[in-house]
């Protein structure tokens, strides 16, 4: 990675920061305050509880000086990453809080509110974040966690994301180093993560697209192999490189984001904290992501029709094809099998992708091979997101039940239920609260088929091998 250069004017010791020029990951990764940091946050972890406190009084005196370690190193860091030197500081102060308040839940507002990564995204931006977090996908407990990421904003990126798909907190980020809570299939940093004596506007929010792209290859590559599916030759090149792979991540991962809170959206939307039954998630990510490769179909076609194109158009046009390669592959050959079968929402939404382009026959498992007509698949994949679409719009019109009702059907239509179903055979309270319909789904309501049965069994050994991978251990 090569230096990274901000208009801002760069003050620090003449040592470490010269001319303007920002310290890159690599630099810091090996710098003796990160290493000892990270060495501190280690060390705090194993006192610490499930709410990130510090109970036993025996373990404070060594806490402190752990502590002590971690503010110290957190300011030394500041002069090499200026753009967050308002953060680490806030950080080392919210450290040196928690302590002499006797190691309570954690507090780190302060700090949270200072960390603002969406005001520079510049690629190869480095970033050093420490905080007691839990991690989703991770761990459940809210330990000290210290992260070094490096910012994933390719030009044509940037220029996407400032004409038609804004999205002003969405930050694509790359793994450096990591505690253990990242040591596992965790690919988000989100601020909701942290704990705080009051919630705050969350204005980020980071995915790692190397992750996300790594499991990819490695996922893809196999089912690809098990399946005798001939990849498109340009599907094959991106699953051999893995910038190119994280490329792809970031545009999907920056139109999925944004499409959270765009559209005819249901009265309660997604983001809204409640308990419905878990196809409701599964239709509102599945939505995101054919949202993804809708728009990315139309910037290709878009494109293709234009008789001269600009450097970035062209990297633009490759990476709007790669997209829709990723969603499909992604959706089919890791969301579905991955994870438990309780309530697997992410899953669901594999599973159903898988089925509709088989029922509209783009998607053909013949001879034991697998074969997919490319050239049909855009528009039956656009043809569901439609169909989603215009649940979500007619839901507006309609009561809780009756939408709860609507999208079963859409599932259903596509997926046979559980032959146990109580929602299949419609033996449901209808006159109860909507919690009682809740209570009835059941924790697979859409088991695997018999595909998919098949194909778990082959490829559970290369799911379970991609915790804890990141980019750096894929180039």
């Known amino acids: 990675m090569t230096s990274i250069n901000l208009p801002a004017a760069i003050i620090g010791e003449p040592e470490v920061v010269e001319d303007g020029r920002i310290a890159t990951a690599e630099e810091v990764a090996t710098h003796p ?20 406190s510090i109970p036993d009084a025996a373990a404070h005196g060594a806490a402190r000086e752990h502590v002590a370690t971690v503010s110290r190193t957190l300011r030394e860091l500041a002069p090499l990453l200026p753009h967050d030197a308002a953060y680490l500081e806030a950080a080392a102060v919210d450290f040196e809080r928690w ?23 510049a690629d190869g931006l480095a970033h050093v974040v420490v905080f007691p977090m839990y991690t989703q996908n991770g761990s459940p407990d809210r330990l000290v966690e210290a992260v070094l990421v490096e910012v994933i904003w390719p030009e044509f990126v940037a220029q996407l994301e400032a004409s038609d798909y ?12 990591f505690t253990p809570g990242y040591d596992t299939n965790s690919a988000v940093l989100f601020p909701e993560t942290v704990p705080v004596r009051e919630i705050p506007p969350f204005t980020w929010g980071a995915i790692f697209a190397d992750r996300e792209a790594a499991r990819f290859r490695r996922v893809v590559k ?22 190119l792979a994280e490329e792809t991540f970031v545009m999907w991962d ?79 050959f890791r969301f579905a099998i991955t994870g438990s079968r309780v309530r697997n929402y992410d899953g669901l939404g594999g599973q159903l992708l898988f089925a509709w382009l088989h029922q509209h026959h783009v998607l053909h498992w013949t001879d034991t091979k697998l074969a997919i007509d490319w050239d049909e698949v855009p528009d039956v994949v656009n043809a569901l997101g439609r169909e989603i679409e215009d ?72 799911i379970a091998s991609t915790a804890g991978i990141t980019g750096r251990s894929e180039l």
């Not at 719009?393 to 046979?416: C, F, M, N, Q």
Request: hydrophobic share 45%; charged share 30%; proline share 7%.
């Open 391 to 462: 649940l979500y719009w007619r839901s507006i019109d309609r009561p809780k039940t009756a939408h709860w009702l609507a999208a079963y059907e859409l599932v259903s239509g596509t997926l046979t239920p559980h032959p146990a179903s109580k929602w299949a055979k419609r033996e449901l309270p209808l006159d109860g609260p909507p919690k009682g319909l809740t209570d009835l789904v059941m924790d697979d309501e859409f088991p695997l088929s018999m595909f998919y049965e098949a194909l778990i069994k082959k490829m559970s050994d290369v």
């Open 254 to 332: 920056l139109i999925h984001d944004r499409t959270h809170m765009r559209g005819d959206l249901p009265f309660d939307p997604f983001m809204i904290k409640q308990r419905m039954p878990f196809f409701l998630y599964s239709l509102e990510e599945l939505r995101c992501d054919l949202t993804a490769f809708r728009e990315s179909v139309s910037i290709e076609r878009r494109l293709r029709a234009q008789e001269l194109l600009t450097d970035e158009e062209r990297t633009l046009l490759e990476r709007a094809k790669l997209v829709q390669y990723a969603v499909i592959f992604d959706r089919i």
């Open 166 to 177: 804004s999205n002003a907190l969405f930050v694509p980020i790359r793994f450096v180093d």
């Open 33 to 52: 305050a990160w290493l000892a940091l990270k060495a501190a946050a280690l060390e705090l972890r194993p006192h610490q509880i499930k709410d990130g």
């Open 99 to 121: 302590a002499a308040e006797g190691f309570g839940v954690p507090d780190f507002h302060d700090a949270l509110v200072a960390f603002r990564p969406e005001l520079t995204r």
């Open 222 to 243: 196999a089912a690809a192999e098990i399946t005798h599916l001939e990849l498109p030759e340009d599907a094959q090149r991106m699953l051999d490189d893995q910038r």
